[in-house]
C-alpha cells in the first residue's frame, strides 16, 4: 500500500509538472483494488510493471492538455494520507510481534 501511494504521487506529480504543455495526456495509476484484485487472480506475469498506469478519459483544454491541477493536487494529498496509513499499520504490526516475542520498543 506505501509503494501504491507512492507510485500515485510521482504519477501526479508528472502530472503537474507537465500541465502547461500542450497536448500532454495525463496518466493515473490503477487504484489500490484493482491492483489486489489482479494480484490476486494471478493474471499478472513478469513483463508486467507493479502498478499499472492509464491516460485519463477526461475533457482537454484548448491546448490539448488534459491535467486538472485540482484534482491532482487532491490525489496528491489523498496518496500522502494513503502512504502515512500504510506506514503506521506497518509500525502498530511492528509493535505487536515484539510484544508477542518478549521484546519491548
Known amino acids: 500500500m506505501a509503494r501504491h ?3 500515485s504521487q510521482k504519477v501526479s506529480a ?12 495525463a496518466t493515473q495509476v490503477e ?3 484493482d491492483f489486489l484484485a489482479r494480484a490476486a487472480a494471478g493474471t499478472a506475469d513478469e513483463t ?9 478519459e477526461i ?4 491546448n490539448g492538455n488534459s491535467v486538472n491541477l485540482e484534482v491532482e493536487m487532491f490525489k496528491a494529498a489523498e496518496a ?9 499499520v506497518y509500525t502498530k504490526s511492528l509493535d505487536l510481534l515484539r510484544t508477542a516475542i518478549g521484546r519491548k520498543g
Not at 508528472?14 to 495526456?25: M, R, S, Y
Open 80 to 88: 500522502q494520507g494513503q502512504h502515512e496509513m500504510a506506514l503506521s
Open 59 to 62: 475533457a482537454n483544454s484548448p
Open 48 to 56: 508486467d510493471p507493479v502498478f499499472r498506469t492509464f491516460q485519463k
Open 31 to 33: 487504484s489500490f483494488q
Open 14 to 25: 508528472t502530472n503537474i509538472a507537465h500541465a502547461n504543455d500542450p497536448g500532454f495526456k
Open 5 to 7: 501511494a507512492a507510485e
